[in-house]
């Protein structure tokens, strides 16, 4: 019972790893195509909204990993980043 448990818990956490790194897509690209379109994809409105999407990715995995080990740190970067290559990927 305890070993499915934590194997519930962690595909939830790489499950909420993988969704925010597609958030921080859609949020990067909405407030590109809102605030700046025809200009740089490297302007402030858009990189902002990056930067407060991996503030909120740090955040949650230090809630999440405050009792873990590092490894899990390794897969929680790696599902989120993983999310975002990959939708990159389907973009072009």
């Known amino acids: 019972m305890v070993m499915i448990l ?3 818990k962690h595909s939830f956490f790489i499950l909420m790893n993988a969704s925010l790194g597609l958030l921080t897509c859609f949020v990067y690209l ?3 195509v809102a605030f700046s379109f025809m200009e740089s994809m490297f302007s402030w409105q858009p990189l902002l909204s990056l930067a407060g ?3 909120l990715f740090i955040l949650w995995n230090m809630y999440m990993l405050k009792r873990e080990r590092n490894r899990y740190w390794a897969q929680a970067i790696f599902s989120y980043v993983g999310s ?3 939708f990159a990927y389907f973009l072009t």
Do not use: A, C, L
């Open 6 to 8: 934590k194997s519930r």
């Open 30 to 32: 909405y407030t590109w």
């Open 53 to 55: 999407s991996i503030t």
């Open 84 to 86: 975002i290559v990959i």
